[in-house]
């Protein structure tokens, strides 16, 4: 019988502190190790009874080859089994098995198991005699790169006879006439060529740990198997450069905080939140082209399927690469988490606002969105005053809206979610973090920014994704027409899917830069990491679409000019009353005029129901009327 896993309660209250030290880290892996190990069983059971499941392949040869090389070089198949590149495609095989995914056909994707153990084969050099499944006739090997055949390429997918004897391998077709040729090759060390694309590497340190940067490998999706997408020479070039200052940032971020106590070496810098050890990434997926709504830059995924494996797009920048590693990282963290502990009980209803995100999320979505946004607010935290890392002094503006976005969802996860025992100690920790940084002086002007970002984009989620109830609707126009009482407040209703078009937080966007827009209003530009990625762990990203053009009114908000930008949003709605960015935007102005008014931005759908079907020259005697004090009853 195997023990039970135990973690030390101080490791998981370092993790819930949104870090972690290098033994909490250590026993997570750990965790996933054994969680692999099981899963790799289930699957050999189910290939036990059902042996045509692998089509041409023999489970008997390819687990014998498996074996033999951990008898010759103990460690090296465990090393490969609990890698990212075998957790994506064993996690996609099983739920082929289970009939929750679709991809090639399933003796494709079954019989990959051979090429794991070919790679097995060829690290600890014995023999190896399989049958391994080609796409368009190449043969992928987890972490080593894809094989090509040459001559005549394969269609579809077909079988293929793989051959190891001392580190060398030889592929030849099994089907004839397709009149491709044998190959033969030397995967540990041949240099890229035409039939032959190595996994490229990236290096932590020299002659230490390295990153893989796999663009070859079919699993290195979020699920369904891709093709093959070879980076360029200048594209190589970009990740190097920009992997190298990246680590280069996340080392001097691991030094004490001022004030800590902490000691270089001393251990006490690794468990701040925001902190990353590089190493401890084991892949980073280049994002594997456009999406058909817009680019991709500043997108980035994970799966808990892949402990330390991250898709991420070519940042503009290595601050942006670090810190999206840290982003994703923190959800490898909360994944491996959840596998050793249930947190909450939910039906995964996406109705609860996420303040990095334009569409309403889960219960789940918002602990994995919260834990990784305490990462990115430490990451700037220990960023503020570094002129290297941040030369636009961005780094107060970018703290200051992650504190309070994440206290936010904090605060709805204390009050909305059913969590267990360790779910609210987790929370519980996230929030003496965040509570913490809350106390801490930021600068004013970078405060304020935060404070009116977050405002307008909750406001203007709220308008474009809740409606009052018909009741109340009809209570709201009645009281701003004829002076009748206001109706009570009732619990708003949530807008069919259908019925929420994508939106983007552009003013959200300027209040990180307000010199990205001139006084025109014609500027457009945003920096990338903004709102970088939207929060996420398995879930496609839906944020994506090109930035449009500020409005000239945004402009003038941003810049702290309320009154001419509430007249410049209302001039705008006599075209378009009903845009919930132009309400949003002309109650984050008056508020500003009238602080006694700031009520309305609690629930702004009430304001939209009140003006519905109104112009503009209602809205301010419906703002005072909302915001009026309540008669007792």
């Not at 289930?42 to 090389?69: F, I, K, M, N, S």
């Not at 030397?186 to 590497?201: F, M, N, Y």
């Not at 005053?385 to 996860?413: C, E, S, Y």
């Amino acid at each position: 019988m195997h023990a039970p896993i135990r973690m030390p309660g101080h490791w998981f209250d370092e993790l819930a502190t949104g870090g972690g030290s290098v033994g909490a880290v250590g026993f997570l892996a750990q965790g996933e190790r054994s969680r692999r190990l099981l899963l790799i069983g289930e699957l050999l059971g189910r290939l036990e009874e059902r042996p045509t499941l692998l089509g041409p392949a023999d489970l008997g040869a390819v687990w014998r080859t498996v074996e033999q090389a951990e008898a010759r070089k103990p460690g090296c198949v465990e090393e490969l089994l609990i890698g990212p590149q075998v957790g994506s495609w064993l996690a996609h095989t099983l739920r082929r098995l289970h009939g929750t995914s679709v991809g090639p056909p399933l003796w494709v994707d079954a019989g990959h198991l051979a090429a794991v153990a070919l790679v097995a084969a060829l690290r600890a050099g014995t023999a190896a005699d399989l049958v391994v499944p080609a796409r368009e006739g190449t043969v992928p090997l987890p972490t080593l790169g894809l094989a090509r055949l040459p001559g005549a390429p394969l269609l579809g997918f077909q079988p293929v006879h793989a051959r190891v004897r001392d580190g060398e391998l030889r592929l030849a077709a099994t089907v004839r006439g397709t009149g491709a040729t044998a190959l033969t090759l030397r995967p540990l060390t041949a240099p890229q060529s035409a039939v032959w694309w190595p996994t490229h590497r990236l290096p932590v340190r020299q002659g230490g740990p390295e990153v893989a940067l796999d663009d070859t490998d079919p699993y290195r999706d979020l699920d369904r198997p891709i093709p093959p997408r070879r980076l360029t020479r200048r594209e190589l070039a970009t990740w190097q450069r920009l992997f190298a200052e990246a680590v280069t940032l996340l080392d001097l971020g691991r030094a004490p905080a001022p004030g800590s106590g902490a000691t270089p070496g001393s251990g006490g810098a690794d468990t701040r939140p925001g902190t990353l050890r590089p190493e401890e990434i084991r892949r980073i997926v280049p994002w594997p082209g456009r999406l058909p709504n817009g680019p991709v830059e500043g997108l980035s995924a994970s799966t808990a399927d892949a402990f330390g494996s991250m898709v991420v797009a070519e940042p503009p920048n290595a601050a942006a690469l670090a810190e999206t590693m840290v982003h994703e990282f923190q959800h490898s963290k909360l994944g491996a988490l959840l596998h050793l502990f249930a947190m909450l009980d939910d039906d995964r209803t996406e109705e609860h606002y996420a303040p990095w995100r334009p569409d309403p999320r889960h219960l789940p979505g918002l602990l994995h969105g919260a834990y990784a946004f305490v990462g990115v607010a430490g990451f700037w935290r220990d960023r503020i005053g570094d002129r290297v890392a941040d030369p636009r002094d961005l780094a107060p503006f970018r703290f200051a809206l992650r504190r309070i976005q994440t206290r936010t969802v904090l605060r709805t996860l204390a009050t909305r979610a059913t969590l267990t025992g360790p779910g609210r100690r987790l929370v519980a920790g996230l929030t003496r973090t965040v509570d913490g940084w809350l106390r801490e002086p930021v600068d004013g002007r970078a405060v304020a920014r935060a404070r009116a970002a977050a405002a307008g984009h909750r406001a203007e989620w709220r308008l474009r994704h809740l409606r009052c109830a018909d009741e109340e609707r009809a209570g709201l126009a009645a009281a701003v027409r004829s002076g009748t009482p206001l109706p009570p407040t009732r619990p708003p209703r949530l807008l069919p899917a259908a019925e929420r078009p994508h939106w983007q937080d552009v003013r959200g966007a300027l209040y990180l830069r307000p010199d990205a827009a001139d006084a025109t209003g014609a500027a457009g530009a945003t920096d990338a990491a903004t709102d970088r990625a939207p929060d996420r762990a398995t879930d496609p990203a839906p944020d994506t679409a090109p930035l449009h053009a500020p409005l000239h009114a945004d402009v003038l908000l941003v810049h702290g000019e309320p009154a001419s930008a509430r007249e410049a949003y209302r001039e705008q709605g006599e075209a378009t009353p009903a845009d919930p960015h132009l309400l949003a935007g002309w109650l984050l102005a008056h508020t500003a005029l009238h602080p006694g008014h700031r009520r309305l931005l609690a629930r702004p759908e009430r304001f939209a129901a009140a003006v519905e079907g109104e112009g503009p020259e209602v809205w301010e005697r419906a703002a005072r009327r909302l915001a009026a004090p309540e008669a007792p009853a």
